[in-house]
């Protein structure tokens, strides 16, 4: 067992305190681990009555937090506790595929009386947080809202074991599937290569690959095996170069629009699966998709800004294989600059009534998408990472970049300051994470062994 896990498994007992602040948090550089990247400081100064914890995992292939729940129950229980006491909390929610019954049964039965656990579907996408937060509470966060509007905060399992660690954040947990040798979970320092951590794997099993990092829906395709693991790659995904989701990632916008222009017949299939309009919200994307013909109304515009790129529209729902999500994102940053906003009453909100018919089975998604072969369990293994270089970027967090506190030639051990947000901007401090010589970057610091 590593080194960094041996410290989950063996109870905290080795310097942890059993209660936080987002002070401390901000020392330590916690950072959502979901994806998001959202700073843990800023996130827990609120005070609401319910934390759930996250652990829905709905991207096909992943399983890190499912793998740490069943691995690392009491560090995990631990910073869940910290959390609500933070943020003044009375009672603990974790949100947990329903299929997972061991994993279930087993949290239940050490899990404080404050803290319970509700099964999910096995549906996509359970994890956007405001799915998440009306599946357990009933409850509709307002369009453009926080989880904080409707009395309850959100966190990744990671993040909440971080918070138990009490330590900077210089490592990752996530996992590496598809065209692999044996698609594993892995704890990786910050800062190695996705290569590492494909080698880590098994390697790649076929010659020509393309890699998504994040998952396969809300995926960003990765140009070489270069990039770094930061604090917020939860998955690496490799698939054939030849595979359509590859393809699909790869393909020039100005192509998806042409195509999209000509051959969207308005069957609004896309807005009848979009999650986010059977919660209520008003985004429809088939109206956003007339925009590629006619120049866009307000209200089809200020409603992209509500669509939560979950690609659920593209990926599965248009029989014509356009890219409705992207015409939304591209949309965006025009009803932004118009200063467009929801002017409904939030109050006014209610989910679709066919909403819970209409949630789409993971099986089927991974269907779709041409995964079936490379379906599989993501097991946690013990794996020793000694690199000689890591690089670890100053932005890898929701917010601005973290400046440099060191300089060229510094010599630094894991867990040493690397970088911490300019005065008063969001952001996240940085940390080593292997022992060596600091070279300092434009956009990242390396540290050579
Ligand atoms: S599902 Fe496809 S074809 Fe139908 S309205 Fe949406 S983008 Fe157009
Ligand atoms: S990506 Fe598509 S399905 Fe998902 S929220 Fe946006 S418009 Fe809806």
Redesign the pocket.
Known sequence: MTEYAETLSVGLAGGAHHHSSPERLEELGVVGAGGGGFPAAAKFKTKVSMVIANAAECEPLLHKDKELLQHFSEPFLLGMQMTMEMVGASEGVVGIKEKYHDIIGALESVAPSRIRVVPLPDCYPAGDEFILVHLVTGRVIPPGGLPKDVDTVVSNVETLINIALDRPVTHKYLTVAGAVANPVTLCVPVGITIGEAIEAAGGATVDDIGILIGGVMMAKPAPSLDIPVTKTTGGIIVLPASHSLIQRHNAPLIQVNRIGRSA???????TEFCPRFLLGHPIQ??RA?QSLGFAMGADPMVATLYCCECNL?TMY????D?D?KNVCVQAKPLARERGLVFKGDPASITPHPMAEFRRVPMRRLIAKLGLGEFNNAGPLIDHTFSPRKVNLLLKQHAGGPAAPVVKCGDRVRVGDLLAMPPQGQLGARIHASIDGVVTVHSDSVTIEA
């Open positions: 969207c017949d308005q069957c609004r299939f896309c994307p088939h998709m529209c729902a248009c029989p014509e356009l409705p």
